[in-house]
């Protein structure tokens, strides 16, 4: 077990869904701060900022959207420097919105409307520069329709809505979105869900690395330090697909990247592991793999959920437990004076019968211990 870590209890709210958790500099300071996003029962998408003497203080970003959905990015989507939010509805609404980070990031954010999708649901966005024109593009799922899309920025992202959006891909219902150089030419591709996608003059090309897995989570990196980019997925809402435990794997890439990829599995038995990142959290210039298990949405955990990091040593995987009893759900690494750090955030629902403890609403911090 590696012990490396303390647990510090930074924010505590009324009884909510909790949905979405971002980590960026929101205000310029140099310092990264944290969004949360709530959708019941009542709208509430905050941010924690600390104060000079190191409070971490909230900061209501928007009260008004009840249907926020998992998820969500940060960018500057209007080129004036600083971090706007990009966020979508869940199963009950349509529409994907952007919010304006304006000279003034302690007050409310103004709101506005990307698009309306043609069904409910919008489960992970990304910005990024995939077609090399040095403007970036949005990607979305809107997991009811079956379909992923893909949308330019506009020379002008207030108006609404934006007026270049497309399907990249149909008859596809998954979630997870990240850009990686995928098949080493230089040039970034899109993994989406169990797929990547190549941009081609004519369009996309899909290929399909991994199947049968459900929900997932990505996390890309040289894990192994072979040189070549594993892809690594937790099924994130395992329950909601009927299973009592969710897998985490790792996928290598082959010879000819468009071939299946050989699968190694990490774990078989987690409890909705919802958060996954690879970031190099000790330091030493290699990336590690953090997954963390959410438990089951009413709070029925037939054991205790516990946070993961796996290190890569001589090649192999070693898993290091760094905490039990406490959950996270969209989990993020942040940088802290202290070092690499993680946020948990937890996910309860609220229509659970089991007795809903305090860390259910408790945003809470693993700081790295300090050493000698």
């Known amino acids: 077990m590696l012990l490396g870590y303390e647990q510090r209890a930074i924010y505590r709210g009324e009884p909510a869904e909790r949905v979405l958790c971002l980590v960026g500099d929101l205000d310029g300071d140099g310092q990264e701060e944290i969004v949360i996003g709530s959708r019941l029962p009542q709208a509430n998408i905050l941010w924690l900022g600390r104060s000079a003497a190191g409070e971490w203080l909230p900061h209501i970003l928007d009260d008004t959207l009840y249907t926020l959905e998992a998820g969500g990015f940060l960018a500057d989507l209007d080129g004036d420097g600083d971090l706007d ?16 980070r304006t000279d003034y990031p302690t007050l409310r954010w103004p709101r ?11 489960h992970d966005q990304l910005v990024a520069d995939l077609d090399g024109d040095g403007w970036p593009e949005l990607y979305f ?3 009811r329709a079956e379909t992923l899309f893909w949308a330019r920025v506009p020379d ?3 108006q609404s809505p934006w007026p270049d959006v497309a399907p990249l891909a149909t008859g ?8 990686a150089d995928v098949d080493g030419d230089g040039r970034l591709e899109l993994v989406a869900g169990e797929s990547w996608y190549r ?12 199947q049968g897995f459900v929900s997932p989570r990505l996390a890309l990196a040289d894990l192994d330090g072979d040189g070549a980019l ?3 997925i937790s099924e994130g809402d395992a329950s909601l697909r009927g299973r009592q435990y969710g897998r985490l794997a790792v996928f290598h890439r082959p010879r000819l990247p468009e071939a299946p990829w050989e699968a190694e599995i990490l774990h078989e038995r987690l409890l909705d592991p919802h958060s996954l990142f690879a970031a190099d959290l000790d330091g030493d210039g290699k990336p590690e793999l953090f997954v963390g298990e959410e438990g089951m949405p009413d709070g029925n955990d037939p054991h205790p959920p516990a946070q993961r990091i796996y290190k890569w040593q001589g090649g192999q995987p070693v898993e290091h437990i760094v905490a039990v009893g406490v959950s996270s759900h969209e989990a993020k690494p942040i940088r802290l004076q202290e070092g690499m750090g993680v946020v948990l955030k937890p996910y309860r629902n609220l ?3 089991y007795p809903r403890p305090p860390e259910s609403d408790t945003i809470q911090l693993l700081v790295p211990r300090r050493r000698g």
């Open 85 to 100: 939010l990009v966020a979508g509805e869940d199963w009950s609404g349509r529409c994907l919105y952007w919010w304006e």
């Open 112 to 122: 506005r409307l990307i698009f309306q999708m043609p069904a409910t649901g919008s």
């Open 141 to 143: 799922w809107n997991q």
């Open 156 to 158: 002008d992202p207030r």
């Open 172 to 179: 596809v219902r998954e979630e997870g979105l990240a850009a």
């Open 199 to 210: 941009r081609t003059a004519t369009g996309w090309e899909r290929h399909e690395y991994a």
């Open 230 to 232: 594993e892809i690594a």
């Open 351 to 353: 229509r659970s019968q």
